[in-house]
């Protein structure tokens, strides 16, 4: 008896294909990656002529999950070709991180910050929001729970720039 029949394949082959490519987004985000912080300004470099923002948080910090709901809508409001955004965990045991994706459903990037991350953005305090103009300057550079109406008015006059 022959387990493998290569025309079940060929039946079967288009819909694993699909089920894979439907899984794929929500299976990239079940991992954070690793950044640096010069990888991480090459982000910032890599988006001029958008705003970039990016939020250091950690899965312990209360204030930061509350101002995760309002990243997200601020997300669905501003599309991607004007603001990025871009979470950076800053949490020291990465084994917490994916199941906190998953809880989270972020519909932006979210990355691990590797070792002197924090220490080079001066990341004291979490939450903590830096926004980046379309030039790629930093514009804010806030720390503690950010008001998603007054980030929404940030990035408003920022995208209003010429």
């Known amino acids: 008896m022959q387990w493998f029949r290569p025309q079940c394949l060929q039946r079967w082959l ?9 899984a794929a987004p929500a299976m990239a985000q079940q991992a954070a990656l690793p950044i640096d912080h010069i990888s991480l300004m090459q982000q910032v470099r890599e988006h001029k002529g958008k705003v970039v923002v990016v ?11 509350v101002e995760i709901p ?3 809508q601020l997300r669905e409001e501003f599309g991607e070709d004007q603001v990025r955004i871009l979470g950076v965990s800053v949490d020291e045991n990465p084994e917490v991180l994916p199941a906190f994706m998953k809880r989270m459903a972020f519909n932006y990037p979210v990355y691990l910050a590797k070792p002197g991350v924090a220490r080079f953005f001066a990341v004291q305090a979490i939450p903590k929001m830096l926004v980046y103009n379309k030039r790629g300057e930093l514009t804010l550079d806030h720390a503690g729970f950010l008001d998603p109406n007054q980030l929404r008015q940030e990035l408003s006059a920022l995208l209003a720039q010429q």
Do not use: E, Q
């Open 14 to 22: 288009p819909l694993l294909l699909l089920l894979g490519c439907l």
């Open 55 to 65: 939020n250091f948080f950690a899965t312990w910090c209360t204030p930061c999950i």
């Open 70 to 72: 309002g990243l997200k």
